[in-house]
T-cell receptor, first 111, second 114 residues
Framework: QKEVEQDPGPLSVPEGAIVSLNCTYS??????FMWYRQYSRKGPELLMY????GNKEDGRFTAQVDKSSKYISLFIRDSQPSDSATYLC???????????FGQGTILTVHP | DGGITQSPKYLFRKEGQNVTLSCEQN?????MYWYRQDPGQGLRLIYY???????QKGDIAEGYSVSREKKESFPLTVTSAQKNPTAFYLC?????????????FGPGTRLTVL
């Protein structure tokens, strides 16, 4: 069993839809949670970083962490064609810089 | 501009050759990382370095080597011992004062073995 499992998609939604991206994890030592966006043939770009259970909002993006269920989500409101990319969840333990990534979810937002 | 640079963007290698991928950062970060990305497998850690002159193996270090002689630089050599080197290679760094676990990535190098 992988330490981090991510819904593989692909996901295709119409412009303006609310998108939900999800990851589960098995390692209770993970305390830091990140979401990256990666456009085709580019390096990942950090979107959200959080270390506590609950919600964190940044513009159209909301990151949700539920440590008791070992479940994290990224919500995108009013999705745009420019949001079309691969989304990667990642997490790490305290004092140890190694990130463990999910497999990535390919999202397409069509006009 | 602060950031991470990787070169070259595309690299072609014949079987049996060693190649070195460059990674430079001017973010003053202490830690640097190399990942490999294959379709449908996310990112896998090859090597990482938390300080100059020290580095550790990641999950898939076989067939790779690194050095960390300067804080700004963390080159990766893909040796002929790596059986399936065709992949997208990503370098990252971390160590910002406010969020030391945040990793920032370079643009990547796509290596193809001919």
């Amino acid at each position: 069993q992988k330490e981090v499992e991510q819904d593989p998609g692909p996901l295709s939604v119409p412009e303006g839809a609310i998108v939900s991206l999800n990851c589960t994890y098995s390692n209770s030592a993970f305390q830091y949670f990140m979401w990256y966006r990666q456009y085709s043939r580019k390096g990942p770009e950090l979107l959200m970083y959080t270390y506590s259970s609950g919600n964190k909002e940044d513009g159209r993006f909301t990151a949700q962490v539920d440590k008791s269920s070992k479940y994290i989500s990224l919500f995108i409101r009013d999705s745009q064609p420019s949001d079309s990319a691969t989304y990667l969840c990642a997490m790490s333990s305290p004092g140890y810089g190694k990130l463990t990534f999910g497999q990535g979810t390919i999202l397409t937002v069509h006009p | 501009d602060g950031g991470i640079t990787q070169s070259p963007k595309y690299l072609f290698r014949k079987e049996g050759q060693n190649v070195t991928l460059s990674c430079e950062q001017n973010l003053n970060h202490d830690a640097m990382y190399w990942y490999r990305q294959d379709p449908g497998q996310g990112l896998r850690l090859i090597y990482y370095s938390q300080i100059v002159n020290d580095f550790q193996k990641g999950d898939i270090a076989e067939g790779y080597s690194v050095s960390r002689e300067k804080k700004e630089s963390f080159p990766l050599t893909v040796t002929s011992a790596q059986k399936n080197p065709t992949a997208f290679y990503l370098c990252a760094s971390s160590g910002g004062l406010l969020a030391p676990n945040e990793q920032f990535f370079g643009p990547g190098t796509r290596l193809t073995v001919l």
